[in-house]
């Protein structure tokens, strides 16, 4: 039985890759930061819980060290880009120089132990900024706009260092991705809950910011097999996960209302500018074709699917 370590395993990406490795039959270690140890409910009794902090390196090593993983996916850090700018200290600790901590212990477990160890990391779309390319591809130049964009680019270029090392290191450049799993503090699900509460009169308005951002969106379990696939791989790299579709955050919004039902919605969206970004991507376009070539993966669900599917869920939360 192979044996993974997942940072971030209580996250959305984190609780369907925990869901895609246990139905294969891989025995899964999960990092649990200590303030929510006793707490969590979320991880499957089958998952292995280990207490440990991103911000403790030597502890961090030394459970790596024991568990002695075939495999590590870093899915965990600061993983909202308005909760960087509030926090750019303790983004790049978290989001940048963990990886770091995580790459040598994935190292010296397989010099150790004579086997491989392969090591996917979660990376982003906002490494490249508001790039002039559209669509991006893995060829396209590295300019981060945001504290997560620049710690999630120090950590992509850490996995290439190690990859030339000799270690299977490889990045999965994640674009939005989105399901009823998404914490309500993103934007995408801040949309689908306030529609919901809108449709069952809990609620009159939403308030947003800039409307007019473009993003690429697709189905987050998608990308989660998309990781799995690249963990799979023969040989390590890094891979462009995106449709290929973008859309306006004004888009995201009028999906939601008319999969609540309600087809006239201007008059409940309050815009506020205390919600826009200091410095924010306009569009953000990826090609996946480099991952559709070399590991068969696609998007299988689109864009108004994703929409409605959350709304969907948070009519019955509401419901409940």
């Known amino acids: 039985m192979p044996s993974a370590f997942i940072t971030g395993a209580t996250g959305q990406d984190g609780s369907y890759l925990v869901d895609e490795l246990g139905s294969a039959g891989w025995d899964v270690h999960a990092l649990v930061r200590k303030e929510s140890f006793e707490q969590e409910q979320s991880i499957p009794g089958w998952v292995t819980p280990h207490l440990g902090d991103l911000l403790d390196p030597a502890g961090l090593a030394r459970l790596i060290d024991d568990v002695e993983p075939d495999a590590i996916f870093n899915l965990a850090g600061i993983t909202s880009v308005a909760q960087s700018w509030e926090y750019p ?63 999630k680019a120090y950590a992509h270029h850490l996995v290439n260092v190690y990859r030339a090392r000799g270690l299977f290191a490889a990045s999965g450049i994640l674009y939005n991705h989105e399901s009823p799993r998404r914490p309500t503090s993103f934007v995408t699900r801040k949309i689908t809950s306030g529609v919901a509460r809108i449709a069952a009169g809990r609620a009159s308005t939403i308030s947003l910011g800039n409307l007019a951002a473009e993003r690429d969106w697709g189905w987050a379990p998608d990308y989660v097999d998309a990781l799995v696939r690249i963990m799979s791989a023969e040989r390590p790299d890094d891979f462009i996960i995106a449709t290929g579709v973008a859309h306006s955050v004004r888009d995201f919004v009028d999906a939601a209302f008319r999969a609540a039902g309600i087809d006239n919605w201007e008059g409940l969206v309050e815009i506020d500018e205390r919600f826009n970004r200091p410095v924010d991507a306009t569009k953000m376009l990826g090609d996946s074709s480099h991952a559709n070539a070399v590991l068969g993966w696609e998007p299988t669900v689109e864009f108004d699917t994703v929409v409605s599917r959350m709304v969907a869920h948070d009519l019955e939360v509401v419901a409940r």
């Open 89 to 151: 200290d303790l983004t790049a600790r978290l989001t940048g120089l963990a990886v770091g901590t995580l790459l040598e212990g994935a190292w010296r477990v397989q010099n150790r132990t004579g086997r491989q160890v392969r090591f996917v990391q979660a990376s982003s779309s906002e490494i490249f900024g508001d790039s002039a390319d559209s669509p991006q591809t893995e060829q396209t130049a590295i300019r981060p706009v945001s504290p997560y964009g620049a710690a």
